[in-house]
């Protein structure tokens, strides 16, 4: 397969501000974990009450198409009406994903959020963090946590299992670690997400202002005085990363940036396989015949496919006809089957996965957002990106950034 990709030869995903797959709810901004690289202030007396979340529920439903809606922070699982809350997301028809670092997660809760409705979770899992027992392991060994929280949400069973890790240039190089991981445990864990680092530099080359007023941003969670740190690891780089462990690794959808439109803010890849091989990745078309249906009949784009879907990877082959990535995938497992006939009775898998680029500073000042951003949230009556919080907390609007002369 070939693997150079393009804005051109890519799925632009249809997404946008008002008709997106994936909305942001954040019921609290209290965290019981460090995370390095963290974008919200951590604030203990945040809880948001149920009548302001079915406010910003209301905001969303007016203004913006949704499938699912994360439910994040902070640490949603500290709200300790985090099942009212995931039931209220439900009984408007979206599908709730709980986005967690995990630590308070037990069977008997996690049952209870599914009974509410819940749909799945991302687990935010990463040497970047300060969690007790696990603070300085590697990514290596944070896959024995990875694979506790997998098997929690299989024992439950009807849920969609995903991780996030945020990639700094001191774990880089445990990126094709973390995919063999994942296909390993292809049948539990569904969505790889690989989130850049990013920082807000520091230092002589930029002022900042809201509106005409120059202000100080020292003080944000984002923002820091050490340059000697990348922020500017990019997606691609990231997939020539990945492909020392899958060489044809090939991503197949995007979300360009805000400024720059061949940059890959959101990089989707699907693969297919066991926990053996992979025998291939999905091609353009299919991300756009399985969005264009979904939005067809539902009035939606889709997010977090139910498992019982992504483990019927044979279905998947009716697709053939119009997507060559499918074509390759069937390809090669025939030919596996036709080496080992038995292999016929394993299933065939699909796995999503995802490279986020955040916001991106160029050196005219201009900050290159995720065009068309899934994880948009309310405030003040408003949609606005949600890893830039902390600026409409503190100032009511995003900062501009203006070159020194």
Avoid at 93 to 98: A, D, E, H, S
Avoid at 295 to 316: C, D, E, I, Q, W
Wanted: proline letters at 4%; charged letters at 25%; a neutral charge.
């Amino acid at each position: 397969m070939n693997t150079v990709f393009s804005p051109t030869n890519l799925y632009r995903l249809p997404w946008n501000f008002a008709d997106n797959s994936i909305s942001w709810l954040e019921p609290t901004s209290k965290c019981n974990l460090y995370c390095d690289g963290c974008y919200r202030e951590n604030r203990n007396n945040s809880h948001k009450t149920l009548e302001e979340i079915n406010h910003e529920l209301d905001v969303l439903e007016r203004y913006r198409k949704t499938d699912g809606v994360s439910v994040a922070g902070g640490e949603p699982l500290t709200h300790p009406d985090i099942v009212e809350i995931v039931r209220m997301v439900r009984k408007r028809g979206w599908k709730p994903i709980i986005n967690s670092n995990g630590a308070l997660l037990t069977i008997e809760m996690l049952k209870e959020l599914k009974k509410a409705g819940c749909e799945g979770f991302t687990f935010h899992v990463d040497s970047g963090q300060k969690r007790q027992g696990w603070t300085g392991k590697n990514e290596i060994e944070l896959n024995e946590l990875r694979l506790t929280y997998a098997n929690m949400i299989a024992e439950v069973g009807g849920l969609s299992c995903s991780f996030n890790a945020t990639i700094y240039p001191d774990n880089i190089q445990y990126v094709p670690d973390l995919m063999k991981f994942a296909q390993q445990h292809i049948d539990k864990i569904h969505v790889m997400v690989f989130i850049l680092y990013r920082m807000a530099i520091l230092g002589k080359d930029f002022d900042f202002y809201v509106g005409a007023e120059k202000v100080e941003f020292d003080e944000m969670m984002y923002s820091k005085n050490d340059d000697n740190r990348r922020t500017d690891i990019t997606s691609p780089e990231l997939v020539e990363i990945i492909r020392q462990y899958d060489p044809n690794f090939t991503p197949s959808a995007f979300l360009n940036g805000t400024e720059k439109v061949d940059s890959y803010k959101w990089l989707f890849t699907g693969r297919m396989g066991n926990k053996h091989q992979v025998f291939g990745h999905i091609g353009p078309k299919f991300m756009e015949i399985v969005q264009t249906f979904k939005h067809l009949f539902t009035g939606s784009y889709l997010a977090y496919s139910n498992p019982s879907l992504l483990k019927m990877g044979r279905l998947y082959f009716l697709l053939m006809p119009f997507d060559k990535g499918i074509r390759e995938v069937a390809k090669n497992y025939f030919r596996s089957i036709i080496a080992n006939p038995r292999a016929f009775f394993s299933r065939l898998h699909f796995q999503s996965v995802m490279i986020i680029q955040p916001a991106d500073i160029h050196k005219d000042g201009r900050i290159n957002m995720c065009d068309g951003c899934p994880d948009i949230t309310v405030w003040n009556d408003e949609l606005v990106w949600s890893c830039r919080m902390e600026e409409q907390n503190r100032w009511g609007q995003n900062i501009r950034m203006v070159p020194r002369q």
